[in-house]
């Protein structure tokens, strides 16, 4: 049995941070929250106990470990945005690389030997694949993705080293929202497509931009694997078990996404469909850092931790996220 261990979930009061301490609570784990508070925010940490730090407060970060006996770290915080990484690089290999390595220091100091980590598919970057699986060569085309990958190079090489079991999550677009509306996403500014579109449904933007539209896709606009956030959060509460299983120290990237893609324009057009509202949509040029198409084979994760999207057709995501933002803003 690995319910009712104590689990810390770093970067816990964000986007997937949140749904991800429900689903570990309705799994039986006891959740301790530890947050800055910098994007996540308060009230999406429900009643959990919460302690306030920076990830790169590894004294605090020890002591918060050893006093609540934590048995495994599932780490979120991290700057997210690709766009963002091309233009202020540094912010991101000081957030995600430098100061996880904080964590790993607290970590190893504390005796705890278990870790669910954040990664992404910006690790792929361009590929010539219809699918991606784990073992492509990695080649991010953003420096997020780049900050990703060498943590999961330093968690490899911990493996040997210090004895460090860890999976690192590989996610494709996170969308969606607690189907009961009890959190969502709620990013400040906003840079996401699906938060965009149901902005501009809402009359809160007056148009939306579609960033390229000549793509080498079907319709020219790019293509993503969209999963929505409770799936995603499922995959934590089982990556958990799984590390915490494990006999042996190791290592294992496993993608999360549900295998099918779906381009700009037809994410465009679901959201005018669901919402019954018309808005502006100008086509722009490309952003910066922008791979053409990232679509998931999760064939390591259904086997290795049994688990399947299942709230994420395209419909079912963005008639969440929809009810979500409309709660919130009635
Ligand atoms: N897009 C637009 N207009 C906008 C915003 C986005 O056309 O105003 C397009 C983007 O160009 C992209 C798609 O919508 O083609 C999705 O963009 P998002 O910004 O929503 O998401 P990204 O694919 O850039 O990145 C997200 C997360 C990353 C994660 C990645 C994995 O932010 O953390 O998914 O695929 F790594």
Redesign the pocket.
Do not use: M, P, Q, W
């Given at each position: 049995m690995t319910t009712g261990k104590n689990i810390l979930v770093v970067g816990g009061a964000g986007f997937i941070g949140s749904h991800t301490t429900l689903a570990l609570s309705e799994a039986g784990y006891n959740v301790t929250v530890y947050d800055n508070f910098s994007t996540g925010h308060r009230d999406a940490c429900f009643d959990l106990d919460v302690v306030e730090g920076d990830l790169s407060d590894q004294p605090k970060l020890t002591a918060v470990l050893k006093d609540k006996d934590i048995a495994c770290v599932v780490h979120f915080a991290a700057l997210?945005?690709?766009?963002q990484s091309v233009i202020d690089p540094y912010a991101f290999y000081e957030n995600n690389v430098a100061a996880t390595l904080a964590l790993l220091q607290a970590m190893r100091a504390a005796d705890v030997g278990h870790l669910v980590f954040s990664s992404?598919?910006?690790v792929y970057g361009n590929q010539d694949v219809d699918m991606l699986s784990e073992d492509l060569p990695k080649q991010p085309v953003n420096p997020?993705g780049h900050s990703k990958l060498m943590v999961e190079t330093v968690l490899q090489t911990a493996v040997d080293a210090y004895g460090l079991t860890s999976v690192a999550l590989r996610?494709?677009?996170a969308s969606g929202a607690d189907a009961k509306g009890r959190t969502g996403e709620r990013h400040d500014p906003e840079?996401?497509?699906i938060p965009?579109l149901i902005q501009a449904a809402l009359g809160q933007r007056d148009h939306?931009?579609?960033?390229?539209t000549d793509y080498d896709t079907p319709d020219g606009?790019?293509i993503?694997d969209y999963i929505h956030v409770s799936d995603l959060a499922a995959g934590h509460v089982a990556a958990v078990g799984y590390v915490l299983r494990r006999t042996q120290p190791s290592f294992e990237g496993m993608n999360l996404g549900t295998g099918t893609g779906h381009s700009?324009r037809e994410v465009v057009d679901t959201v005018k469909r669901v919402s019954e509202r018309d808005f502006r949509v100008d086509e722009c040029p490309r952003?910066a850092g922008?791979p053409a198409k990232?679509v998931a084979d999760s064939t390591r994760a259904q086997q290795a931790l049994g688990w399947h999207a299942q709230h994420s057709d395209l419909d079912t995501i963005v008639r969440d996220a929809w009810h979500f933002f409309r709660t919130r803003n009635r």
């Open positions: 997210i945005e690709a766009g992404t598919a910006a997020y996610y494709f677009n840079t996401h497509l965009l939306f931009k579609i960033f390229g606009s790019c993503r700009v952003r922008d990232l």
